[in-house]
């Protein structure tokens, strides 16, 4: 992709954009490294910018921020297993009750798992291994799961995602009957208001400005108080995806979203 990106026809087509949609998940496509190579080069494009990104992509480092800045985030360890023995900070949180084991810096929700026992963090640790892949233990929450989106300056209506699996994994998002996802959210208007402040927030803490757009993660605990989990620089914009859902509920159909976020590209 930087070969792609930096030499020969594919950056002189680029160059020749009016603006040039971003609608990558995972890898280079979210982690700032496209934004970055376009920034570099003048070329503009929709969504967050590289330092944003960046941010955002690293689920550790990201609630550190979001933590610092005032959310409410869950208690949390990264381990990268290979790296001698499980961390005692690890063990205590598993000690304590379920955890969700899960890749610091992926998309699409692979490879996360509930844990139960040490035993069964050893067997999540053995398949990831492998990958060089950095993990972040952090406490089960068993209760309700929102999402809310910003874009531009608009915080969408609240969507909540009603599981019949344990956690959102990969499987959950994309094979159909896994998951209802309902818009806006059947809760009350205060505690709605409350999500959608805790997400324009998190969208600010992280860098985001209002020339971009993110969508963030909430579920709640035993007490009902919710807690982020991440924010999603390139939220999917797929026909089952969330951010077009909320759009729906704002009243959008699916080019005004597109049309805006094109707009705030051009600003």
Known sequence: ??????????????????????????????????????EMAGIPFTG????????????????????????????????????????????????????????????SSVSVYRVDSLSQLAEVASEVRSRGVELLVEPF??????????????????????LTTPVWDYAAKYQPGAVSEVCPARVPAAFASRLQELALHAHRALGFDA????R??????????????????LPGLTATSLLPLAATGAGWIYPDLIQRILDLATR
């Open 216 to 233: 963030t993660d909430f579920r709640c605990d035993t007490g009902g108080e919710p807690m982020c989990l991440e924010v999603n620089a």
């Open 1 to 38: 992709m930087y070969t792609a990106l930096t030499e020969g026809p594919v950056l002189d087509l680029l160059r020749g954009a009016e603006s040039v949609f971003l609608a990558l998940h995972g890898g280079w496509g979210e982690d700032g490294h496209v934004q970055m190579l376009l």
């Open 211 to 214: 020339d971009s757009y993110s």
């Open 48 to 107: 967050a910018g590289s330092a944003a990104c960046a941010a955002a992509w690293h689920k550790g480092r990201a609630q550190a921020v979001l933590g610092a800045a005032g959310l409410p985030v869950v208690e949390r360890a990264l381990w990268r297993p290979g790296d001698g023995d499980v961390p005692e900070k690890v063990k205590r949180l598993v000690a304590a009750g379920s955890v969700v084991a899960k890749p610091a810096a992926d998309g």
């Open 141 to 162: 929450l068993p209760g309700r799961e929102f999402t809310v989106a910003v874009v531009g300056d608009q915080v969408l209506p609240v969507v909540e995602i009603e």
